[in-house]
C-alpha cells in the first residue's frame, strides 16, 4: 500500500522559518518525481514545488521562489520542504505528492500538514 | 499569463452528462501542457483522476474521460453518480515558466 505521510506543520510567527517532512512507503520513491501542493484554508490547490527523482532539477511556484528549497533523501525514503520568511499567506495545508508515470503529476497524496502563520 | 481557470461552480442530475473545462491565460490548451485532473471530497485529500489529457489511472472510474475541447482540456463525467459530487482540479504544465498550475476547481453538484 502507497502511504506518504508529512510532518512538521506547526504555528509560526511572521517571519519565521519551518522544515516539513514526508516519509513514504509502498512505492519506489528513487524512481518518482515528488512535489509539494499546499491549499490555504477554504481555498483551491496550489502547486508549490517539484524535483527530479535523483534531486538534480527542482521547479518552484513564482509565489514562493527564493523562499522555499524543496530536497529529498532516497535512501530514507524521504521528501523535505524548507520555508523561510513565513507570511500570513503561507498558512495552509501542505500536501506531499509523487508520481512515477511521465507527466502525471502528483498521483500518490498524503493526507497533509497544516503550517499556521500567525503573531 | 499563467493562470489557469475553470468554472467556479456546475450542477447535473444522477445519470447525467456534464463537462468541465480548463482554460490557459496565455491561449489555447494543447497536448503540451499535460493537463491533469483532481477530485477533491470535503476534508480529504486530492485524488489524481487523468493525466497527460486523457490517459486514466488504474482506479478511475470508466465514466470519467480527459480530452481537448476547443482550445480548452475538458474533463468530462458521463453517467454521473451521487459520490461524483466534490470539488475538481486542472493542473497545466507552463513549459515557459518551468512550472506547473492549478484551476481555482469547479464545484460539482448532483442535484
Known amino acids: 500500500e502507497v502511504q506518504l505521510v508529512e510532518s512538521g506543520g506547526a504555528l509560526v510567527q511572521p517571519g519565521g522559518s519551518l522544515r516539513l517532512s514526508c516519509v513514504t512507503s509502498g512505492f519506489n520513491i528513487g524512481g518518482s518525481w515528488m512535489s509539494w501542493v499546499r491549499q490555504a484554508p477554504g481555498k483551491g490547490l496550489e502547486w508549490v514545488a517539484n524535483i527530479k527523482e535523483d534531486g538534480s532539477v527542482k521547479y518552484y511556484a513564482d509565489s514562493v521562489k527564493g523562499r522555499f528549497t524543496i530536497s529529498r533523501d532516497n535512501a530514507k525514503n524521504s521528501l523535505y520542504m524548507e520555508i523561510n520568511s513565513l507570511r500570513a499567506e503561507d498558512t495552509a495545508v501542505y500536501y506531499c505528492?509523487?508520481?512515477?508515470?511521465?507527466?502525471?503529476?502528483?498521483?500518490?497524496w498524503g493526507q497533509g500538514t497544516l503550517v499556521s502563520v500567525s503573531s | 499569463q499563467t493562470v489557469v481557470t475553470q468554472e467556479p461552480s456546475l450542477a447535473v442530475s444522477p445519470g447525467g452528462t456534464v463537462t468541465l473545462t480548463c482554460a490557459s491565460g496565455t491561449g489555447a490548451v494543447t497536448s503540451d501542457f499535460y493537463s491533469n485532473w483532481f477530485q477533491q471530497r470535503p476534508g480529504q485529500a486530492p485524488r489524481a483522476l487523468i493525466y497527460?489529457?486523457?490517459n486514466k489511472h488504474s482506479w478511475t472510474p470508466a465514466r470519467f474521460s480527459g480530452s481537448l475541447l476547443g482550445g480548452k482540456a475538458a474533463l468530462t463525467l458521463s453517467g454521473v453518480q451521487p459520490e461524483d459530487e466534490a470539488e475538481y482540479y486542472c493542473?497545466?504544465?507552463?513549459?515557459?515558466?518551468?512550472?506547473?498550475?492549478f484551476g481555482g476547481g469547479t464545484k460539482l453538484t448532483v442535484l
Open positions: 493542473l497545466l504544465w507552463f513549459g515557459g515558466a518551468q512550472s506547473w498550475v
Open positions: 505528492a509523487g508520481t512515477s508515470i511521465p507527466w502525471g503529476e502528483c498521483v500518490f
Open positions: 497527460s489529457t486523457s
